[in-house]
């Protein structure tokens, strides 16, 4: 059982590439959610799928898009980098039911674009 | 729309002490939960506890728990007789409408960096 899995853990892109961060759990959970934290702050939300072939946007999804075709894996891609897209990008899977919850986060992918 | 609120960014606290963390919440939602995630200096994010909005009693995980006080609106997190694994980077984050199970839409605040002194 590995949990949740993000690859890679460090990238370094320049201004204009594009880039797919992967995540992938084994837990079987119907929730997938995509963070990122910046520097002095908390996380925000980018996507997050209820289950496989349905993604919704959360806070911050401009200039990511994602896609969920099996329920193990929920790939975020970059479309076009850019400077402010630099932050630690944080994977989650997570099942709820009515007064139970888990969440399992990835280790997190640092990315920097210059 | 959503806030958390956390007034502590820094506590320094002896071993072996308890250790209430603060954690204030703004929402029009009549449902919601309320989360405790710890990210030590590694970097991982670590999910602690939960409290529902509707749950009479507060949340225990071990030595978390969860002091909720709904008319206050605070959902402070109590560590009990602390550890120095305990050191760590502590936020607190809600989920508004909790009677929809598509909505996971998190809202945290900006932390708590509790520091535990052998």
């Known amino acids: 059982n590995a949990g949740v899995t993000q690859t890679p853990k460090f990238q370094v892109l320049k201004t204009g590439q594009s880039m797919t961060l992967q995540c992938a759990q084994d837990?079987?959970?119907?929730?997938m959610s995509w963070y990122r934290q910046d520097p002095g702050m908390g996380l925000r939300l980018i996507h997050y799928?209820?289950?496989?072939?349905?993604?919704d946007q959360g806070e911050v999804p401009n200039g990511y898009n994602v896609s969920r075709s099996t329920t193990e894996d929920f790939p975020l891609r970059l479309l076009s980098a850019a400077p402010s897209q630099t932050s630690v990008y944080f994977c989650?899977?997570?099942?709820?039911?009515?007064?139970?919850?888990?969440?399992?986060f990835g280790p997190g992918t640092r990315l920097t674009v210059t | 729309a959503q806030k958390i609120t956390q007034t502590q960014p820094g506590m320094f606290v002896q071993e072996k002490e308890a250790v209430t963390l603060d954690c204030t919440y703004d929402?029009?939602?009549?449902?919601?939960?309320l989360f405790w995630y710890k990210q030590p200096s590694s970097g991982e994010m670590i999910f602690l506890i939960y409290?529902?909005?509707?749950?009479?009693q507060n949340a225990t995980e071990g030595r978390y728990s969860l002091n909720f006080q709904k008319a206050r609106k605070s959902a402070n997190l109590v560590i009990s007789a602390s550890q120095l694994g305990d050191s760590a980077m502590y936020f607190c984050?809600?989920?508004?409408?909790?009677?929809?199970?598509?909505?996971?839409?998190?809202?945290f605040g900006t932390g708590t960096r509790l520091t535990i002194i052998p």
């Open positions: 989650a899977s997570s099942y709820w039911t009515s007064g139970s919850y888990e969440q399992y």
């Open positions: 837990m079987n959970h119907e929730y």
């Open positions: 799928s209820v289950g496989a072939g349905i993604t």
């Open positions: 929402t029009s939602d009549q449902s919601y939960g």
């Open positions: 409290q529902g909005s509707y749950d009479e």
């Open positions: 984050a809600m989920r508004g409408s909790i009677s929809n199970f598509g909505n996971e839409k998190l809202t």
